[in-house]
């Protein structure tokens, strides 16, 4: 990812995006044409800029049910989704997990729910933090590795397609100390450009320095019943 034009990084630090969520959403992007059907944002939060990157804002033919369990952020429904969610089984086509895993005490049993709600091969977009702040959205329990990951997803009944790490050591240390880079639309883009290129410098050259990311992203469908 250090090809990221300095452009695109300076774009959506104007729109107050993280080195993380702009990562984030380079990856998420190449999806986009599988995020089809009818589409649950759960624990959307407000207008995620995942929605424009999808196209979910967009296509007129793409049905787009958000659920969070804070009213003010406007969801279609207000639901816990640490009980069970209010849909019928395979209801959705897509499902949509941002930043999210990291709170419940039992996430494999959030993604069982999530399993319950989508249609045979249905899709699973989740996003999931390894380096991050403690951050009580009321709890905050977790951190994932690429091996938590799997074996959450695999506990649920999903099978992963592609799972993608988020920046490395060096962008994960601009992700940390992003509120002290101001000002924040100069500063912030190019600590983020040299940060890219020097994780690049390092996974070539020091190779024997174990990864680092930010998070993970996840693209991930149900395991056949066969």
């Not at 984030?24 to 424009?52: F, H, I």
């Not at 419940?104 to 959030?110: G, H, I, L």
């Not at 490395?168 to 100069?186: E, Q």
């Not at 410098?201 to 395991?223: E, F, H, Q």
């Amino acid at each position: 990812m250090a090809d990221v034009p300095f452009r695109v990084l300076w774009y959506e630090v104007k729109r107050g995006k993280s080195i993380g969520r702009t990562l984030t959403n380079l990856v998420m992007a190449q999806w986009r044409d599988e995020v089809k059907g009818l589409v649950l944002d759960l624990a959307c939060g407000t207008e995620p800029s995942y929605r424009r990157i999808l196209g979910l804002t967009e296509i007129a033919h793409e049905r787009l049910v958000s659920v969070d369990h804070n009213p003010a952020c406007r969801p279609t429904i207000v639901a816990d989704l640490t009980r069970t969610l209010p849909f019928r089984d395979q209801v959705a086509d897509t499902a949509i997990l941002s930043s999210f895993l990291y709170i419940p005490p039992e996430p494999v049993t959030v993604l069982q729910e999530v399993r319950r709600v989508l249609k045979h091969e249905g899709l699973l977009l989740l996003t999931a933090p390894l380096i991050f702040p403690y951050h009580p959205e009321p709890t905050d329990h977790w951190r994932f590795t690429e091996e938590g990951l799997r074996y959450v997803c695999a506990r649920a009944g999903f099978r992963i397609e592609s799972i993608v790490p988020i920046g490395g050591r060096w962008t994960a240390v601009a992700y940390l100390i992003a509120p002290f880079l101001r000002p924040r639309w100069l500063v912030a883009p190019v600590v983020y450009g040299i940060c890219l290129y020097l994780d690049t410098w390092t996974s070539r050259w020091l190779t024997r320095l174990p990864p680092c990311p930010i998070g993970y992203v996840v693209k991930a469908r149900l395991m056949s019943c066969a």
